[in-house]
């Protein structure tokens, strides 16, 4: 059974990894290399921590004990040698994901199960890092940024594991309050982000072609199909509208749609110009430098309603 949990790595994903099954009663072993990130993790995590609280989520008394579940090290061996279940979020580079599930299988019990939070890395790629009695025991284990927010996660079940390993995983996300997808085949990009990518094609297929501004591309998609989408999935969507008229309506506008196969030159061209969103105050929009912070806060609020209101009618 499950009691114990390392992540490796502190950074985007896994300090939000690290504090969601704190929050939910794990005692967390968080590995990271960098000295810096290390050293300022547990502040970052109580500041959200904090946030949540002021906005009701958790109760301030509790974060005490949330912070006292997470242990911070800087050796990987005394990180994993007694834990149950290791998930890593380190850069998404296969030779360093080799490296680490390798050394895990010389550290942990024989059976720790290992997982990795890959966007895009073929499991049985790493699977070659491990031992054969390892091999029943690794998964994909995908969350969604940001992770103490995000309620999915996409857990792989491609063959190479026992239906008791992959439900005692299954457990713990459904225990930490995740709503959990049982991915079947090792397909790039799992099921989420193959259907925001085809989302995505299209609204910057639209901004290219000035059909409209880009407040009103993410309006329509806000209050058009995305409203719906937050409370009932497309397959739902199309029962409800008529499979008839999903069939007419797809053939006479899917020929018309953009079916390319790589990013949008209209992306490419605001990395040349060092406009990568959020990160360097300029995208499709602008964010200034002092309103930074409220900006994210405010992104994190919506989401923290809408989680809020996912859990009241789910
Ligand atoms: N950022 C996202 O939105 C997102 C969403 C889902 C999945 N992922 C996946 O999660 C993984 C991590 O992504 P991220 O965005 O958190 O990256 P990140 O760069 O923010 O964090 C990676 C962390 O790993 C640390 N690190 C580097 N080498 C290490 C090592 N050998 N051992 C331990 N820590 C090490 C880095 O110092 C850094 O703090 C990637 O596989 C990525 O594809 C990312």
Redesign the pocket.
């Known amino acids: 059974m499950i009691e114990k949990i390392a992540v490796?790595?502190?950074?985007?994903?896994?300090h939000g990894i690290a504090e969601t099954f704190a929050m939910n009663g794990f005692q967390v072993n968080l590995?990271?290399?960098?000295d810096q990130?290390r050293n300022s993790v547990k502040e970052v995590i109580e500041s959200e921590l904090l946030f949540l609280a002021e906005n009701d989520y958790i109760e301030s008394k509790d974060i005490e004990g949330i912070l006292k579940n997470i242990t911070v090290y800087k050796d990987?061996k005394e990180s994993v040698e007694d834990v149950d279940y290791v998930i890593e979020?380190?850069?998404?580079k296969i030779e360093?994901?080799q490296k680490?599930f390798k050394e895990l299988d010389g550290y942990c019990k024989t059976e720790t199960i290992f997982a990795?939070?890959?966007?895009?890395?073929a499991l049985n790629e790493m699977l070659e890092a491990v031992s054969d009695s390892r091999k029943e025991r690794m998964m994909v284990c995908?969350?969604?940024?940001p992770a103490h927010l995000m309620p999915i996660a996409e857990l792989s079940y491609f063959g190479n594991m026992p239906e008791a390993i992959y439900k005692e995983v299954e457990r713990i996300y459904l225990k930490s309050g995740k709503q959990v997808v049982k991915v079947l085949k090792d397909v790039p990009g799992l099921v989420a982000n193959r259907i925001q990518q085809g989302v995505a094609r299209e609204v910057f297929s639209l901004i290219e072609m000035g059909i409209a501004s880009p407040e009103d591309i993410d309006k329509a998609l806000k209050f058009g199909p995305g409203f719906r989408y937050a409370t009932t999935g497309q397959l739902e969507v199309a029962d409800m509208g008529g499979l008839d008229i999903w069939c007419t309506v797809g053939d006479n506008l899917l020929s018309v749609m953009d079916n390319r196969k790589e990013a949008n030159p209209i992306l490419r061209q605001k990395v040349a110009e060092g406009k990568l969103g959020l990160k360097t105050n300029e995208g499709f929009f602008e964010y200034p430098k002092d309103k930074l912070n409220d900006i994210k806060n405010d992104f994190n609020r919506r989401l923290l309603i809408q989680l809020k209101t996912s859990q009241k009618y789910v």
């Open positions: 490796l790595g502190a950074g985007t994903m896994g590995f990271e290399t960098h990130t990987l979020a380190v850069p998404e360093l994901k680490i990795s939070n890959t966007s895009s890395l995908h969350w969604y940024n």
